[in-house]
């Protein structure tokens, strides 16, 4: 639940340094923060959060209207913070998509108690690892981000999927048919192209030089393992 990525959104300095810190202090890890509606939005454009704490009364554009296209882009709990508390106020707010509605001043124990509510409800059990650190190479399979020197790499779907699977398995030898029922989850009739296909686009994005791979190796006749560069090291 620690793990959890949350995002921010108030003009109140002190609401946000508040509700931050007593996040904090609950280990929670990843917080985000704006003041503007603009802000928020881009910043969900950007990033996905398990959940949204967004104030109603934002300078140039209110919660109520951004809601909306948060909603196109997430479907993480939603809570309203505001100081307007009328009934009709509550069921705008819901009607809009919102998951809660808090009303302000709040006890900032009472608003993590709700948040830790709605994760539990809401979080699947992650897996047994959910980063990988080869060398130049960072993998976080929670966030879907693939880093190589420091710099996001943009994998298509099923090349993301075989290179987490060669992360989980470092240093081992997979032939194709071995590949392609554990990735595509599909019995490999022996003609197919698709894993030397996936196999080039990931040397593409990866290896220094892909003519002559260093990572995703080749072992004649046999298949293909991933040799990683320096120590391996995956978090829980």
């Given at each position: 639940?620690?793990?959890?990525?949350?995002?921010?959104?108030?003009?109140?300095?002190?609401?946000?340094?508040?509700?931050?810190?007593?996040?904090?202090r609950e280990a929670f890890k990843y917080i985000d923060t704006a003041c503007t509606?603009?802000?928020?939005?881009?910043?969900?454009?950007?990033?996905?959060?398990?959940?949204?704490?967004?104030?109603?009364?934002?300078?140039?554009?209110?919660?109520?209207?951004?809601?909306?296209?948060?909603?196109?882009?997430?479907?993480?709990?939603?809570?309203?913070?505001?100081?307007?508390?009328?009934?009709?106020?509550?069921?705008?707010?819901?009607?809009?998509?919102?998951?809660?509605?808090?009303?302000?001043?709040?006890?900032?124990?009472?608003?993590?108690?709700?948040?830790?509510?709605?994760?539990?409800?809401?979080?699947?059990?992650?897996?047994?690892?959910?980063?990988?650190?080869?060398?130049?190479?960072?993998?976080?399979?929670?966030?879907?981000?693939?880093?190589?020197?420091?710099?996001?790499?943009?994998?298509?779907?099923?090349?993301?999927?075989?290179?987490?699977?060669?992360?989980?398995?470092?240093?081992?030898?997979?032939?194709?048919?071995?590949?392609?029922?554990?990735?595509?989850?599909?019995?490999?009739?022996?003609?197919?192209?698709?894993?030397?296909?996936?196999?080039?686009?990931?040397?593409?994005?990866?290896?220094?030089?892909?003519?002559?791979?260093?990572?995703?190796?080749?072992?004649?006749?046999?298949?293909?393992?991933?040799?990683?560069?320096?120590?391996?090291?995956?978090?829980?």
């Amino acid at each position: 639940m620690q793990e959890a990525q949350i995002l921010i959104v108030d003009d109140e300095k002190a609401i946000l340094h508040m509700l931050t810190t007593i996040l904090r202090r609950e280990a929670f890890k990843y917080i985000d923060t704006a003041c503007t509606a603009e802000d928020g939005l881009a910043l969900c454009k950007t990033k996905r959060y398990d959940l949204i704490l967004l104030d109603v009364m934002l300078p140039n554009r209110s919660g109520f209207d951004i809601c909306p296209y948060i909603r196109e882009t997430t479907d993480a709990p939603i809570f309203f913070l505001t100081a307007r508390s009328t009934d009709l106020d509550k069921l705008s707010g819901f009607a809009l998509g919102a998951d809660d509605y808090i009303t302000k001043p709040f006890n900032p124990l009472e608003v993590v108690a709700r948040i830790k509510a709605h994760l539990r409800r809401n979080t699947v059990a992650p897996p047994s690892h959910t980063n990988y650190q080869y060398g130049n190479i960072y993998v976080n399979t929670i966030s879907g981000e693939v880093m190589v020197n420091k710099k996001s790499v943009d994998l298509p779907a099923q090349v993301y999927q075989l290179f987490i699977f060669f992360c989980k398995h470092p240093n081992q030898l997979f032939s194709k048919s071995q590949l392609y029922e554990q990735v595509w989850g599909e019995e490999f009739l022996g003609e197919d192209n698709t894993v030397m296909v996936h196999i080039r686009k990931l040397r593409e994005k990866i290896e220094e030089n892909p003519s002559k791979p260093s990572r995703i190796v080749t072992v004649r006749g046999l298949g293909y393992k991933f040799v990683p560069a320096g120590d391996q090291r995956e978090h829980s």
